[in-house]
């Protein structure tokens, strides 16, 4: 006899296909009244390869960084997702950047050049007439900072000092961009009067130089919670920041990987109101790497707040760059590593078999322009021998197929002989083809 069951047989599958459209990366499906009412209209992303990318140890020619410059061009297009690039201004290389970039934007390249100095006057004076629009400057936010940075130190010395030199970025015609480093450990006694006071100071200047403020997780601590006393919720200070009456448009979070929250802090920024987002593709930058932007649009994509989508394929080429550079992506890094979409267990290979989008987030090869792969291992099976035979050959072998059981016997001994590695497809493509 067989039990009484409490779920309901249906005749069709719901796979759900408002969040997961069977042609677009997954999206986001409010519960009724639920949409934050904080949310832009439109969010963006920006970008710091050329500036963190090289502080964290990213070996940079000025035609690799051009080289970077215009896969970022192919990859956003006329989408709007990425905006901005920023640049050194210090070493000749960096200028050379700066200046092929700045000649390419000119004609018609979409990501915009900006410039990063550090906040004083010597360095505001160095970016004038260099055919910018807008500066980064670092403004370090936190006591960590303004106490143990300057001498003799002090909150006040640090504001001054900021001040000038945004007084001298006005004067030379440009907007200031303001990274307040270390944000999520800085006092609210110093990063609201100072946003507070750097808009006095370029109010006169007109909304064509109006300040941006870049809210800086520089070591990674802060929080996507609700709730958390300040500095460390993100949402929390964006909507204190809001609340101090600047737009989210002017505002970015630059945030870090250091405790595995790089994504969830981005979008809750964003859900809170911020409007752009600055990271870098395929994350690089210092320690453990800035947010990377291809996920983070991943999601805006869902949440429906970019005018257009992205080629995620030019970033295959992007891969390729920084494989070239000794600075390849992790084998496991999400979207873009070579294990990303290589499955290993019999039982997953099997389910790729009856019906792919089981194991798949969405449709990789389509969005991203990369295969569904798998390597075989002890735990492989017959199935994932068919799926790699399949996915490269376009035969699907039945696993009653005597020389398929004779192929995966010789396999299966391998491993039972202490073999530790797994088998690609290189290794076996000349048997598995005859096999066809």
């Known amino acids: 006899m067989t039990p009484d069951t ?48 090289q502080q964290g140890g990213l070996p940079l020619t000025a035609a690799d960084g051009l080289a970077i410059y215009e896969l970022m061009g192919a990859f956003t297009g006329n989408s709007g997702a990425l905006r901005q690039a920023e640049f050194f201004v210090y070493r000749p290389a960096d ?127 802060g929080l996507p919670l609700e709730g958390v006393a300040w500095p460390r919720s993100v949402p929390g200070m964006i909507r204190e920041l809001l609340a101090a009456g600047l737009p989210g448009e002017r505002l970015e979070f630059h945030p870090h990987n250091d405790t595995h929250l790089v994504v969830a802090n981005c979008l809750s920024a964003v859900l809170a109101g911020c409007a752009a987002i600055n990271g870098t593709l395929l994350g690089k930058g210092e320690r453990t790497g800035n947010a990377p932007l291809e996920g983070v649009l991943l999601h805006l994509l869902g949440l429906n707040l970019l005018p257009g989508q992205p080629d995620y394929h030019a970033l295959n080429a992007l891969a390729d760059l920084y494989e070239r550079l000794g600075q ?77 059981r004779a192929l995966h016997e010789e396999l299966t001994a391998e491993f039972d002989a202490g073999r530790q590695t797994a088998i690609e497809w290189e290794e076996i493509a000349d048997r598995a083809v005859a096999l066809g």
């Open 6 to 53: 409490p779920v309901t047989d249906v005749a069709r599958p719901d796979l759900f296909p408002a969040a997961f459209p069977p042609d677009s990366f997954p999206q986001v499906v409010w519960e009724e009244g639920a949409r934050p009412a904080t949310l832009p209209p439109l969010a963006w992303t920006t970008e710091t390869t050329h500036r963190d990318g």
């Open 95 to 221: 200028r050379a950047m700066l200046e092929g970039a700045l000649e390419r934007w000119r004609s018609g390249h979409p990501v915009e050049p900006t410039t990063w100095i550090r906040a004083t006057r010597r360095d505001a004076e160095l970016v004038a007439g260099l055919g910018v629009r807008e500066t980064g400057m670092l403004a370090s936010a936190s006591d960590y900072h303004t106490f143990f940075k300057f001498t003799p130190g002090g909150r006040a010395q640090a504001a001054r000092t900021y001040l000038d030199a945004v007084q001298a970025v006005l004067d030379a015609g440009l907007r200031p961009r303001l990274h307040l480093e270390d944000a999520t450990r800085a006092p609210r006694e110093f990063i609201l009067p100072f946003v507070a006071a750097v808009q006095e100071l370029s109010a006169p200047y007109g909304e064509a130089q109006a300040p941006k403020f870049r809210v800086c997780d520089t070591m990674g601590v």
């Open 328 to 404: 390849g992506v992790p084998a496991k890094y999400p979207l873009y590593g070579r294990d990303a979409h290589r499955t290993r267990a019999g039982i997953h290979a099997d389910g790729l078999n009856k019906f792919w989008p089981m194991y798949a987030p969405f449709d990789v090869p389509r969005l991203l322009g990369r295969p569904l792969d798998l390597s075989l291992t002890k735990d492989s099976g017959l199935a994932g021998l068919i799926f790699l035979i399949r996915g490269h050959t376009g035969v699907e072998l039945p696993k009653t197929h005597p020389g398929l």
